[in-house]
């Protein structure tokens, strides 16, 4: 019998006061048994369920190819096949997206499994232009991070008409479907101190992200943004930037759908690599996580991270708010395929969870969209919503009376007729986040007000004002507050259950 008292695992005020084999006793700081109406995970099977709603994915280097068996399980040689993600083992670098990225990306696609880009072009372009090959990888004295800032700054507009171009080649490419994009490891080198006076400020910093994450907008509507987190921040190296949470504020949203970490080992750990865990990171960035375990600084393979082929160790990280698990196609694959196989229930379910257009989202958390169009006048009637992710269906939409709108799940709006689209983006036992889409139909700028039943608490929001009654979870506008005739804004939450 495993007790935890609390969210899983013990997050929040407990300590493990025994760990055996076959189990581990969770109780009350104070040294009480925890509350059985509390326990999460009573045996094993109970943490396999938790550890199924990972999503898993693969890195092959460049120069492997990822065609796993039609059945059985993969070896290096072909790479693992119950994963759902899989990465383009060639970077997105100064020369852009490429014959090869369009032939690898349009293969995966082909195979049910969505990939997932490293989008390097800004970093390279930046390096190829002061004549040095070399990454910062801790050394301040490097070209890249002594005069990067400046050539960064002077060129932005270069860098997103860059990524605009790459992006509308990975739309060719997956044809409507999600396709995941890590954006710029490292970018924050860009706002150190050893930059010395042309450090980005916090405005060019946010203005030069923002650039690129609006051009992956336009130029491929099914993509979505992985921002990348360097563990090694502190505010101690930046120029200006007082916590890892103080970086990332201003960056748009509404693209972005992960935080993730790559470029060194990433085991299975509840501690610190470098300066934070996975848990502050999810809790500071209001993001699931996305870990790499599978490059290191150079770039060069990292086999196959046997912490993680553990249940309980994925299910915590599910807990932490980890969402994909990427690992490595060198070392041994096959005992991860098999892992994967067993953690998904001896099915091959995980390989076919890719989107199959852009509103879809992975098996590994229950997606539901809900819409709702308020009208400025009369009484509405319900009308069908749109379908939702995998392990979720569409609420009922409806028009509303005068100054806002009703549905069938309970969402209203208020300031006139504004359509509204909600998404879970990613859901665990204890929690989940969801994104929320605001589109103003009517020909005058409108004052918007949402109303959503409440489940649960709410931890963390952004772009929005988020406050809560008894019945409702209540967002208001910050920036955003107006929309002019036809416009549109996202924003987003997380909230414990």
């Known amino acids: 019998m495993t007790k935890i008292k609390g969210s899983l695992f013990g997050a929040g005020a407990v300590s493990c006061m025994l760990a055996v084999l076959g189990g581990c006793v969770v109780v009350a700081d104070d040294g009480s048994s925890g509350s059985e109406e509390n326990e999460i995970f009573a045996d094993e099977a109970a943490a396999a369920a938790a550890a199924s709603q990972m999503r898993f994915g693969v890195a092959p280097q460049w120069n492997q190819t990822y065609a796993p068996p039609a059945s059985g399980t993969g070896t290096a040689a072909t790479g693992p096949r119950n994963v759902d993600t899989v990465v383009i083992g060639d970077w997105l670098l100064n020369t852009g997206f490429t014959s090869t990225h369009r032939t690898k990306a349009a293969d ?29 990888d801790g050394n301040p004295s490097e070209k890249l991070c002594t005069d990067g800032a400046q050539w960064v700054r002077t060129n932005a507009a270069a860098i997103a008409s860059a990524y605009k171009t790459a992006a509308q080649g990975i739309a060719g490419a997956v ?31 946010d203005q030069i992200m923002n650039g690129i994450l609006r051009a992956i907008k336009d130029g491929c509507p099914s993509c979505k943004a992985v921002i990348d987190f360097s563990p090694w921040f502190s505010k101690e190296k930046t120029a200006w930037a007082q916590s890892a949470a103080h970086f990332y504020q201003g960056w748009d949203r509404s693209v972005v759908k992960y935080v993730g970490l790559t470029g060194k080992p990433f085991p299975f750990t509840e501690g610190k690599i470098d300066n934070y865990t996975y848990r502050q990171i999810t809790s500071e960035l209001s993001l699931p996580l996305v870990i790499v375990d599978a490059y290191t600084f150079g770039g060069g393979p990292i086999n196959v991270d046997s912490t993680w082929l553990n249940e309980t160790n994925v299910a ?25 196989a067993r953690v998904k229930g001896g099915s091959s379910s995980s390989s076919s969870s890719s989107s199959s257009s852009s509103s879809s989202s992975s098996s590994s ?3 539901s969209s809900s819409s709702s169009s308020g ?7 319900g009308g069908s919503g749109g379908s939702g992710g995998s392990g979720g269906s569409g609420g009922s939409g409806g028009s509303g009376g005068s100054g806002g709108g009703t549905t069938g799940t309970g969402v209203r709006v208020e300031g006139g007729n504004i359509d509204v689209s909600i998404t879970t983006s990613t859901s665990w036992s204890s929690g989940y986040c969801k ?7 009517e020909n005058r700028e409108v004052t918007w007000t949402l109303y959503v039943p409440k489940e649960g608490t709410i931890y963390n929001s952004w772009n929005v004002k988020a406050e809560a009654t008894s019945t409702n979870f209540v967002f208001s506008g910050t920036w955003n507050a107006k929309l002019g005739p036809g416009s549109n804004t996202s924003f987003g939450y997380c909230a414990n259950r």
């Open 108 to 136: 995966i696609v082909s195979r049910g499994k969505t990939p997932y880009f490293f989008g390097y072009i800004g970093t390279s372009m930046t390096k190829k232009a002061l004549g040095s090959d070399h990454d910062c």
């Open 175 to 205: 044809g409507g479907r999600e396709a995941l994009i890590h954006l710029e490891p490292d970018y924050f080198q860009f706002s150190e101190k050893a930059q010395g006076p042309d450090a980005l400020t916090k405005d060019e910093s």
């Open 316 to 340: 915590k990280a599910v807990d932490m708010g980890v969402a994909i698990l990427i690992l490595s196609q060198t070392g041994d694959v096959g005992a991860y395929d098999s892992f994967i």
């Open 365 to 367: 958390s229950s997606s």
């Open 375 to 381: 009208s400025g006048s009369g009484s509405g009637s």
């Open 435 to 441: 994104d929320v889409k605001l589109t103003n139909k």
